[in-house]
Nanobody
Framework: QVQLVESGGGLVQAGGSLRLYCAAS????????MGWFRQAPGEEREFVAA???????YYRDSVKGRFTIYRENAKNAVYLQMNSLKPEDTAVYYC???????????????????WGQGTQVTVSS
């Protein structure tokens, strides 16, 4: 069983920055593939970014160049640094973990067996 707890969300003006933090339990965190997803009101949950156990990263096109995902295995943590935020980035952001390194797409929710409770990010115009 893996527990994920997100924090770092909040209210920020357009153009501002936030850093989301996800703390994970488990003795083998360094072997997990990790992802960030988001869900805006009335919308489906969507992929934002992912980082593999070997530090390969993936991003949705709309956040490339603005968001950075990285991990600190010694702290069992994964981060999402979000810069140049836009109102359309407003959503609840979720951290997700794949502990089995399955071969599903990193952009697919089905890849990840464990999810956090989410943290709200609101970007005002």
């Amino acid at each position: 069983q893996v527990q994920l707890v997100e924090s770092g969300g909040g209210l920020v003006q357009a153009g501002g920055s936030l850093r989301l933090y996800c703390a994970a339990s488990g003795r083998t965190f360094s072997s997990y593939d990790m992802g960030w997803f988001r869900q805006a009101p009335g919308e489906e949950r969507e992929f934002v970014a992912a980082i593999t156990w070997s530090d390969t990263t993936y991003y949705r096109d709309s956040v490339k160049g603005r968001f950075t995902i990285y991990r600190e295995n010694a702290k069992n943590a994964v981060y999402l640094q979000m810069n140049s935020l836009k109102p359309e980035d407003t959503a609840v952001y979720y951290c997700a973990a794949d502990v089995s390194r399955n071969l599903r797409s990193f952009r697919s929710q089905g890849k990840y067996a464990y999810w956090g409770q989410g943290t709200q990010v609101t970007v005002s115009s």
